[in-house]
């Protein structure tokens, strides 16, 4: 018999092989909860060890998540002054999570931590990417009063077609020997890369297709440029005339 917080406690100790410890411990719950109505008044059952580490990691990760896509949202919102374009950038995220979820179910992963950190990194790079397309559709409506939020869009997708590639493209390569899980010890960082590879194949095609479809439908109004854009484009414009004369 030992004890714990001063109470005297029956250990049974129970190991994983061969199996996640996710799927181990619904088991071990499964039981536990068929045996709690059974026990003698003033007796308890607890589940305790890495169960509790993986329960608290989880939850801290995402909810981690969640306030990493609301914190940026909020300041694409200010960096923007505009609720609709931060909006318009996060149509990415989706794909990259059903990217995510892809991968790790073909390569029989499971989500633990180091795939919730890989989930993280392919939001971020996700997010980027998508603010490179935005950021151009609104700069060529503004450099040309007279353009469409499709013809912007459509431009915006063609042009930054090199840069999202190359960018997702330099990710995906330099997670690749990760993911593989070569090496001793190699497949506890695999699932990591296996995420931001699911995500970014996934998130790449949804940024260069369907974040240009969403801009063109909720971008239909007349675009007004901000301040400094206005400021930048007269003063282009003056340059241009001075150089013709």
């Known amino acids: 018999m030992n004890h714990y917080n001063v109470q005297p406690v029956f250990d049974v100790l129970a190991n994983v092989q061969g199996r996640d410890l996710g799927g181990v411990a619904d088991g071990v719950a499964k039981v536990v909860d068929s045996f709690k109505s059974k026990l003698p008044r003033g007796t308890f059952l607890s589940i305790r060890g890495q169960v509790q580490s993986m329960n608290s990691s989880f939850a801290g990760l995402g909810a981690g ?17 505009s609720w609709t374009d931060p909006f318009i950038i996060i149509m990415a995220l ?3 999570l059903c990217g995510i979820i892809w991968m790790l179910f073909i390569t029989g992963t499971t989500l633990n931590v180091p795939s919730l950190m890989g989930a993280i990194m392919a939001i971020g790079v996700a997010t980027a990417n998508s603010i490179l397309v935005v950021t151009f559709a609104n ?4 450099a040309h009063e007279n353009k469409s939020a499709f013809d912007a869009a ?3 997708g063609f042009t930054r077609l090199r840069p ?9 390569i330099g997670m690749l020997p990760m ?11 695999a699932p990591l890369g296996r995420a931001v590879i699911g995500g970014l194949l996934v998130a790449t095609v949804t940024t260069l297709f369907f974040v240009p479809v969403v801009y063109s439908l909720l971008r239909k109004k007349e ?7 206005e400021f930048a484009r007269q003063e282009h414009g003056g340059t241009a005339e001075g150089g013709a004369q």
């Open 223 to 229: 675009f007004t440029c901000d301040a400094d854009e």
């Open 154 to 156: 459509l431009a915006a």
């Open 179 to 189: 993911s593989l899980g070569l090496g001793e010890g190699g497949e506890q960082n």
């Open 139 to 142: 700069d060529e409506r503004c």
């Open 164 to 172: 999202v590639i190359m960018t997702a493209l330099a990710m995906i």
């Open 94 to 96: 989706p794909g990259a």
């Open 65 to 81: 998540l969640l306030f990493a896509i609301v914190l940026v949202y909020f300041l694409m919102a200010v960096n923007f002054q």
